[in-house]
């Protein structure tokens, strides 16, 4: 039996994750006899659970909404992919030392292998400029997308992608390729909010990074135009493997 493991999720509200049943069943199939704990922080408090879970007996966090860019200044050490994206959602923990790193990135990739889509040469909208966001962004740079545009409420850039407001898009509707939500808007227990109507940008597929509920508002509405709509639910399973790929190659199990 592999030596115990100890896990966390942190994050500001966690009452709606699946993270545990996730990581466990992946422990479980492997073998390793390990737990793995929602750990909630509000922003104060942050830097100084980090510096503790840091000294403890964990050896692995995930880190989720709203810290995957805020937590980066806490690392002692962040992968390079991690770096260029700006956000990370994995922690290894060794001799005190933590390295952060983003599995978001693959897991996004896995949504396109696994239903066959191909991005390459495709006009993809990105709703949403965060963590999540970023990742999927350098993802799809990656894969030779045609053409993005982050849509977003706060003003800045990423690697020069173009960008654009909501109210933009209501007062001009367009249409592009793929159609991506990296937002949480719409996300248990406000479910009946969508970031925008689908009336605005108009797809023939659509993801949604969300995985509960599995399909959101918006992936409704897309679906009753004859959309071909994806959830976030496979995706959390991919960069949950990943992971676990990293914690091994790190050897902390």
Request: charged share 25%; aromatic share 8%.
């Amino acid at each position: 039996m592999i030596k115990k493991l100890k896990l966390g999720l942190i994050g500001e509200k966690l009452t709606h994750s699946h993270s545990p049943k996730i990581h466990e069943e992946i422990m479980k199939r492997n073998g390793i006899n390990g737990e793995y704990a929602l750990i909630e922080v509000k922003e104060k408090d942050l830097k100084d659970k980090i510096i503790e879970l840091k000294n403890s007996e964990y050896q692995g966090l995930n880190i989720t909404l709203p810290y995957k860019t805020k937590a980066m200044k806490y690392m002692d050490e962040i992968d390079e992919k991690a770096n260029y994206i700006g956000a990370i959602n994995t922690v290894s923990i060794k001799d005190g030392v933590a390295k952060g790193y983003n599995t978001d990135y693959d897991g996004f990739l896995s949504l396109f292998n696994n239903n066959n889509i191909s991005v390459n040469k495709k006009d993809i909208i990105i709703l949403g400029a965060g963590g999540a966001a970023k990742a999927v962004a350098k993802a799809l740079l990656d894969s030779k997308a045609y053409d993005l545009t982050i849509v977003t409420r706060s003003k800045g850039e990423f690697h020069n992608i173009y960008s654009t407001s909501y109210e933009y898009i209501a007062e001009n509707p367009t249409n592009c390729d793929i159609l991506i939500n990296c937002t949480p808007v719409g996300m248990y227990p406000k479910m009946n909010e969508t970031p925008i109507d689908s009336k605005y940008i108009k797809t023939p597929v659509y993801i949604d990074l969300i995985y509960n509920p599995k399909k959101t508002k918006l992936m409704e509405q897309y679906e009753k135009e004859g959309t071909t709509v994806i959830g976030g639910y496979n995706m959390l399973v991919e960069q949950a493997l990943e992971a676990h790929r990293i914690w091994a190659r790190d050897n902390i199990i």
